[in-house]
Nanobody, 127 residues
């Protein structure tokens, strides 16, 4: 089992920044591709950003590309999401997720491909 705990959410004005963290405990963190998903009220959960097991590859949804940066520190068992130039449409609950079963360098895009999920952290961007 892997436990994922997100932190760093909050209320920020349009144009502001936040950094989310997801701390993992349990099995070897470096065995997991990690991603951030988000879910706005009334919407389905959607992929935002992902990072491969070594951190060599990243992938972003078009809606966050150029504004969000995902990174990981395998020594600290933590994945981060730096969010800059935030917009009201970024308001959502943000979840981190881990995948152990995919190809070594893969970054799954579908939530059904992830084994483990955190409880989520709320991000609210005011206009």
């Amino acid at each position: 089992q892997v436990q994922l705990v997100e932190s760093g959410g909050g209320l920020v004005q349009t144009g502001g920044s936040l950094r989310l963290s997801c701390a993992a405990s349990g099995r070897t963190f470096s065995n997991y591709a990690m991603s951030w998903f988000r879910q706005a009220p009334g919407n389905e959960r959607e992929f935002a950003a992902g990072i491969s097991r070594t951190g060599a590859r990243t992938y972003y949804a078009d809606s966050v590309k150029g504004r969000f940066t995902i990174s990981r520190d395998n020594a600290k068992n933590t994945v981060y999401l730096q969010m800059n130039n935030l917009k009201p449409e970024d308001t959502a609950v943000y979840y981190c997720a881990g995948d152990s079963a995919g190809l070594w360098s893969a970054i799954p895009l579908k939530q059904g491909e992830y084994d483990y999920w955190g409880q989520g952290t709320q991000v609210t961007v005011s206009s």
